[in-house]
């Protein structure tokens, strides 16, 4: 019972590491305890603070009808322990779902609930859970919550979120439908067996070591593409500030300084227009370590080229952090507008900061942070415009001329780069760049992607993943120590030439070993037989199957109807093994099978009258086109 002081209490928080009740991720049990009679406008406003998510997150079931305001509550909470998850950066995918609501036992007021919360790491989440029932609980009793706790809840999901180009990534592969596997060392598997495909950022199982290695070092970089033909800036390697200085004069000002092997802009130094700068610049790039290179700096506009497999799909023209005068903000306050901005739009991109960097391009131009930009006078507050220094983009793919793709897909192929981020100056993309001239600065195996175009992963998946990336699954719900039938599918699916494998078992042993079988290349097809005892504790294995085998001799209809949820993860024909009814009939609900008649459409229910009808019955269902 609670304590007269206590508004919700958790009873317990549960890792589920498979896949239950149609959910694609891994989850979180949460067994709470509760009063409805209480104020939930504190709580729904907290959470109304958080970060949104991509979707409305509601629970749903028959119950919330009958006990609307404790419904109200388990989906605030959990709605919370989403917002949660996806403000840290996790990509959480489908929502909450209700397992148990009912009343308690000694008052009308109390509740006691359960309910899935989708999290891909219910590890983490089962520590912030306590945490954030306590935050609720506090606001239901009308006290000061513990922001600390909260904070660090958050800094926790934070350490196991994707970064960089991983996140959207991961989004758009949910979106799909591609499962994924978390492999080490930072890579995610899309998909599974021969259909998988491996990325790590925008760095895929496609990607030649060497041509990471080439574009690693600008120096090679620079080149090659100079070998090749292409347009490329001179260049020198410097080794102190005294070689820079000489170098700098026999080059001509301006000059670019860079380091040899870093990305994202760091320490790159570019329009470099006298000794003075040159000196002030060098001791800021040195500081990213050695050795430096020196490149005449060539004018024009910046842009980003992206090539995937052999084919241009998005070109963005990058802006440097800058400010645009209204005639009567000065520099500070138009600063603090663009970064309001930026905090408010659907692309992200790094705050503006006054630094030293900013204060000397405001000096150069006679200005200074207290100073009014005359109304359209743009006033740039960086060199370069990498996107972690905080610049920006916009989509000019339709603008790009004819001559400049074909520029940029040889440099792509000759850098041997499946998918390349070349950076290219030139005065005008719409014009060819033998007209104007261009050069490239540097060429990306790892490009950060997204700003302009948030559906470039889209594209990109579509490229690399078959489909969903799924290789065929069967799940055979029977005794495990029986598995003559599991091993016929298989003896079936071999004889068709398809490297197939079979896993048994219960609980996380059986998810081990599916995931151990799923992150194999050559895997064809994969059987997994489960008993129905103890599944909802775990879950299953895979998120989604092509078919599942019941034997409905084996199972009563409470079990049957218990088993329905199952109807969630499967998306081709549920065979029953019912001894008697002709073979390939459609299935006739009759007692518990009711239950399974309301959630899959009867053609998909499929009557087997013997056993050795089955291997072909589901080789059938899954591997031959749909007859009309």
């Known amino acids: 019972m609670l304590s007269s002081l206590t508004q919700i209490q958790l009873l317990n928080a549960q890792e589920v590491h498979g896949f239950l009740r149609g959910l694609s991720q891994p989850s979180l049990r949460i067994h709470v305890k509760f009063t409805t009679n209480l104020n939930l406008q504190p709580v729904t406003d907290c959470v109304a603070a958080l970060k949104s998510l991509p979707d409305t997150c509601k629970t749903d079931s028959a119950p919330k009808k009958a006990w609307p305001t404790a419904a109200l509550l388990i989906d605030v909470l959990a709605e919370g322990l989403m917002r949660l998850q996806s403000g840290a950066g996790l990509v959480v995918g489908g929502a909450p779902v209700l397992e148990v609501l009912r009343p308690g036992m000694n008052s009308r007021n109390q509740f006691e609930a359960m309910v899935l919360v989708p999290a891909p790491l219910p590890q983490v989440l089962k520590i912030v859970a306590p945490i954030w029932v306590n935050h609720v609980d506090a606001l239901l009793k009308g006290t000061t919550p513990d922001a600390t706790a909260l904070e660090k809840a958050k800094k926790a999901l934070e350490l196991g979120a994707p970064r960089g180009n991983n996140r959207p990534l991961l989004r758009e592969a949910g979106a799909r439908g591609i499962p994924v596997t978390v492999l080490p060392g930072g890579v995610f598997q899309l998909g599974w067996g021969r259909l998988s495909r491996l990325f790590k950022s925008s760095i895929t199982d496609s990607t030649a070591a060497v041509a990471a290695a080439w574009t690693k070092d600008k120096q090679a970089t620079n080149a090659l593409l100079r070998m090749a033909g292409l347009p490329v800036p001179a260049q020198i390697s410097v080794s102190n500030l005294e070689t820079a200085i000489k170098d700098a004069q026999q080059l001509g000002y301006p000059v670019v300084l860079k380091p040899v092997n870093l990305d994202q802009g760091l320490g790159v130094e570019p329009d470099l227009r006298s000794q003075v700068e040159l000196q002030v610049a060098y001791e800021r790039s040195i500081r990213y370590g050695r050795p430096l290179l020196m490149e005449k700096h060539v004018y024009g506009e910046d842009y980003r080229v992206y090539v995937v497999k052999g084919e241009l799909i998005a070109v963005a023209h990058r802006v440097p952090a800058q400010v645009v005068g209204d005639g009567s903000s000065n520099v500070t306050d138009l600063v603090a507008l663009v970064n309001l901005q930026r905090s408010s739009g659907a692309a992200v991109y790094k705050p503006v900061a006054l630094d030293a960097e900013a204060l000397e391009l405001l000096a150069r131009d006679g ?262």
């Open 367 to 628: 200005y200074e942070p207290a100073s009014v930009i005359p109304r359209g006078r743009v006033q740039r507050l960086r060199r370069s415009a990498n996107s972690s220094r905080g610049g920006s983009s916009v989509d000019v793919t339709h603008l790009i001329h004819p001559d400049n793709v074909a520029l940029c897909l040889r440099a792509a192929a000759v850098l041997r780069l499946d998918i390349a981020g070349l950076d290219l100056l030139i005065p005008d993309i719409a014009r060819s760049w033998r007209e104007g001239g261009a050069a490239f600065c540097e060429v990306n195996a790892q490009p950060q992607m997204g700003g302009a175009h948030p559906w470039i992963f889209e594209r990109i998946l579509r490229r690399y993943v078959e489909g969903q990336g799924r290789v065929p699954s069967i799940l055979v719900l029977a005794n495990v120590n029986d598995l003559d039938l599991s091993r016929a599918i298989v003896q079936k699916l071999a004889g068709e030439g398809l490297r197939t494998v079979m896993e048994c078992g219960t609980g996380v042993t059986l998810i081990e070993q599916t995931r151990a079988a799923v992150i194999q290349p050559d895997l064809d097809a994969i059987v997994v037989q489960v008993e129905s005892t103890g599944l909802l504790r775990q879950g299953l294995p895979l998120d989604r199957f092509d078919a599942l085998v019941l034997d409905v001799q084996s199972l009563d209809a409470h079990q049957l109807t218990a088993l329905q949820w199952l109807a969630g993860h499967i998306n081709g024909a549920v065979f029953m093994i019912n001894e008697g009814t002709s073979a390939g009939a459609d299935m006739t609900p009759t007692g518990g099978l009711d239950a399974w008649s309301g959630c899959l459409p009867p053609h998909r229910l499929r009557a087997v009258s013997a056993l050795d009808a089955l291997p072909a019955a589901i080789f059938q269902s899954i591997c031959e086109p749909p007859h009309a």
